[in-house]
């Protein structure tokens, strides 16, 4: 979910639902410069609560009213379902560069699913790095959120998003760690997730844009601004 929010005040995201289940937190990058600020966030449901989903309807309970909010999502199968997320990361840039902005490398196994999501204070289009496949890139207002993910390759993958026209920008990391596999060797794992079994789980994230002045949130699960495109 995105929000572009010209006005200079406090917007808070203070839970967020689907199908009348709660979404879990996962992180968040805020960024702030010219009175204004981005932020994009990451919220997860499991198979558990996509089953008790009474319907498809994603609810976002805003503070105040959001000017300009947008959503998005993703389901994926293969998923851990007794540990969810695995390593995070966040970065911020208040200013055009770098560009592409990117995370901190993020620990994989080849069942896991690195996803990502990034914000930028201006229109444009994001383009995914280092071999991650775009989900979604769309303009909210005067800002642009985007999304991609990538497989688990076993080693380190770093989550980076370029954007045609940065002004300052906010990404998002994570890994969703896949369901063992058992004890074999590096050459013999497979490295697509063909055939494995499907537990989906949801993923959601938000990028907020607003104006200055607004205290950075604690990250607590019950707090957020915005989601990830994914």
Avoid at 26 to 49: D, H, K
Avoid at 69 to 90: D, K, L
Wanted: glycine share 12%; with cysteine; proline share 7%.
């Amino acid at each position: 979910m995105g929000n572009n929010q010209e006005r200079a005040e406090v917007v808070r995201l203070t839970s967020l639902t689907y199908g009348g289940q709660a979404l879990t937190f996962v992180n968040r990058a805020q960024v702030e410069s010219s009175a204004v600020s981005e932020a994009v966030e990451i919220w997860v449901l499991n198979e558990a609560g996509i089953a008790a989903a009474t319907d498809s309807t994603l609810v976002p309970t805003w503070d105040i009213p959001a000017d300009d909010p947008g959503y998005s999502h993703a389901f994926f199968s293969g998923i851990n379902q007794a540990s969810v997320v695995g390593a995070t990361a966040i970065a911020t840039t208040p200013a055009a560069t770098p560009n592409p902005i990117t995370t901190a490398p993020l620990a994989t196994m080849v069942e896991d699913v690195v996803i990502t999501g990034a914000i930028n204070g201006q229109t444009g289009t994001y383009t995914p790095q280092n071999s991650f496949t775009l989900g979604t890139t769309e303009s909210l207002g005067s800002s642009t959120i985007g999304s991609a993910y990538k497989l688990g390759s076993g080693s380190s993958e770093t989550p980076s998003m370029s954007h045609s026209a940065p002004i300052r920008q906010a990404i998002a990391g994570v890994v969703l760690q896949g369901v063992p596999i058992g004890p074999t060797t590096t050459s013999s794992r497979p490295t697509t997730r063909t055939g494995r079994a499907s537990s989906p789980t949801r993923i959601r994230g938000t990028g907020n844009h607003r104006g200055a002045g607004h205290p950075e949130d604690s990250g607590a699960p019950s707090i957020g601004l915005g989601e990830i495109p994914c």
